[in-house]
Structure formats: C-alpha cells, structure tokens
C-alpha cells in the first residue's frame, strides 16, 4: 500500500473526526433526538429570561425556590469571603475545609444517619460510591428506571449486573433467588431511586427492604427528588417511611430541592470512613466550592424552620391543585404526590412539537427523550415549585390545554 502524504493525512483525519460527529448529529435531528443549550441571561427561578422572551419555567429542580434564595445567597458570601473560592485539591491531598464538614453534620442529622460524606455532584457520589462498595464477584440489582449515574456506577463496579422491573418487588425477589445460588460469598447490592426522576412516581420502600433483610442483599437509595421534600424533617422518603436505619446507603443530591449544589452519601461512620479511602470520585478529584456546601447546608437549617415547613407546604399545595388541573385535562397522573409529573406522549416529535408549542406560549417545558427516558416513551417532565403562584398554574393549564394532543382515552 502507498504511503499517503502527511498533509493528506492530517487533513483526512481532521475531516473524518467532524464529518462522523456531524453524521452521528444529522441522525440524532432526523429522529426527533437532538438537543441543545438554552443559554438564559437571569438566575434559575420560575421566570427565566432566554434572549428577549420571558419564559414561566416548568423544568427545574429547584422545587423549593432555593437557588436564589436571599438566605442561600447570604450564606455563599459569607462562606466566599472567609473560605475563598477554590478548595486547592482532593480533600484528601490538602487538608479539608471546614464549610464540608459543617454541612456533612447537618446532613447527617438531618438524614438521620450516622455520617455524611460529601461529593461535587451526585453523579460523582454514585459513580464513586458503587464501585467502591462492590467488585467483580458481587451483583448488582438496578431498577429498570435508575438513573444514568447509578447505571454507570454499577457497569463501572465491574460487578455482575441484573435489572428488576420497575417497582415490582415481586421481579426483584425472583431475581434475588436466582443470586442466592450464584453470589457464593459475594455481596448483592439492590439499587432503587426513592423518587423517581422522570416519573415522579415512587418506591415501594418497605417491600424493598423486607426482601434485601430476606436474602441478606445491600440496599442503596438514591433521594435525589425526595430530599427536602418527604418525611418529618423533609430528610426524604426513607426517612417518612421510618426505614433510616435499615438502608444501607442513602444518596442526596444538593442541587436539587435543596438549591445548592453537590451530591452527598448518608449512611453509617464505617460506610464514610472507608468511602474516604476508597471512592475515587472523592480521593481524586478537587473539592467542590466550599460556597455550595455552606449554602446547602443553609437550605438544611432553613428547613428545620417554621418558614421553612411553609415553604415544603406551599410546594405541596402546588402539587395537588396542578394535579387536578391535569386530571380536568384528562392526561393520566403518577398514583402518589410528587412534584414530577410527567404528560408522556410516546414518539419523540410529537413530544419535541409540544415543548415548541408551548415555547412560543412563553412555557420552558423541554421535551425529555431517549436515552433518559426508553424510546417510544418521549415525555414533558412537568416540575412544580413551591414558588409558583396560582396564576402561573393556570397560566401553565390553559397552554397544554392548546399545545398537547388530545389524551389518551381510558379503557
Ligand atoms: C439529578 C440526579 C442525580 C445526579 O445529581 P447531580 O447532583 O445533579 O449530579 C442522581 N440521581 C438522580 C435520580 C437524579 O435525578
């Protein structure tokens, strides 16, 4: 074979780089799959401004109002001014600030667990998290819907993998049978999300625990959307269900309810002691802001406030009167309360038309589409806020009702 000339070479290496990725982004267009950045030019709060529209937002997490809360805020400063921005390296390299700390002892109390450990995001709390708890030789057991971050720490884990229907205890225990002749001394790990991020539906906690006590198998969950939100002290829905000590492993996130950002493992000091020495997540990557951890640790404080149960109230309140609202419009609803609804309208364009409908009635609600949801289930992932006021909610109610196709009918 002739040798190519080296430009021929550069030149043809530079080409095929872009042309297979602007390939691979025709494809994504062509099946309703493409995404893109909406840059905003104000704070995350229920009206965001995008170019010169603004926009009643319908899609965060901040289901408490909390990311631009004057409190948070102020606790930022405060942490800025004495702690600086930067953590200088992995907290294990350079000594560990005190922000961390602070707001690690008030997620373990809040939490009702031992210990806290904290993470720059939650992806990098279950990415770390997973593989340090279990190997090759251990099972991992995921529900059919966990999240991205809990599916890459489990396939990162190297550990055997096996899926259980979503919700269905029953799926599960048949899988647990079929560990119980395989594991040999290896460990079973079962992985669920309380609150589940793209249906807003939630965990038969209790049934999980029964079989993972039953089999002698590891029960991690993941309270991204329940922190804040569930229980008597809003610590989640482990904790409303009185199950805080027989979880093995709690995950929370600090971006979400909470306003802040970060992710957190609550569980016992032996789990966050050998987390220190073994998550690589946490031992090899720099710390985050001290900022977010004092500001989370704000939200927490705020929450143990009277003002802080009216503003859980208020979120509540939201939910049940844009739950009805739905259910005038005929669209199926998650059988329990939570501040995720999502109106699932199957193929991607016609998912795609609906957010686009109802971006030019001035309503941020994206269309959510494979890989996050499975194919074939495109959806707009409605998200209520404690800061929604009534008209926003009719406001919100009067554009589906132009925007969305007809429901489905009941059979
Ligand atoms: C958002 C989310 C995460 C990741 O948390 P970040 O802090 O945003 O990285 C993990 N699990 C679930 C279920 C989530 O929705």
Known sequence: MAPRSRAAL??????????????????????GLRRALLPLRSAQGTRVQAGDRRLLNFSSNDYLGLANNPGLREAAHKSLGEWGVGAGASRLLCGSLGPFHDAEAALARFKGTGAALLFSTGFA????????????????????LA????????RLSGARLRVFRHNDPADLERILRWTASRRGD?????????????DGDLAPLGELVMLKERFGAWLMVDEAHATGLFGEGFGGLVQQAGLSGRIEVQMATLGKALGSAGGAICGSPTLIDFLINRARSLVYSTAPVPAAA???????????TPAGAARVRRLWNNVAAMRERIR???????????????????EEHVAVAAATALRERDILLPAVRHPTVPRGRARLRLTLSAAHTEAELDQLTDALARALPPPPRHD
């Open 125 to 144: 709390a279950a990415t770390g998290t997973i593989p340090a708890m279990v190997g090759p030789g251990d099972i991992v057991i995921l529900d059919r």
């Open 328 to 346: 005038i419009l005929g669209w199926p609803l998650p059988p329990a309360p939570s501040p995720i609804i999502p109106i699932i309208l199957g």
């Open 10 to 31: 550069d030149f043809g290496d530079v080409d095929g780089f872009e042309q297979r990725l602007a390939r691979r982004l025709e494809e994504l267009q062509a099946a």
């Open 186 to 198: 290896g460990a079973v790990l079962i992985i669920t999300e309380s609150v589940f991020s793209m």
């Open 147 to 154: 999240h991205a971050c809990l599916v890459d720490g489990a």
């Open 294 to 304: 004092a500001a989370a640790k704000a939200a927490v404080d705020f929450l143990a």
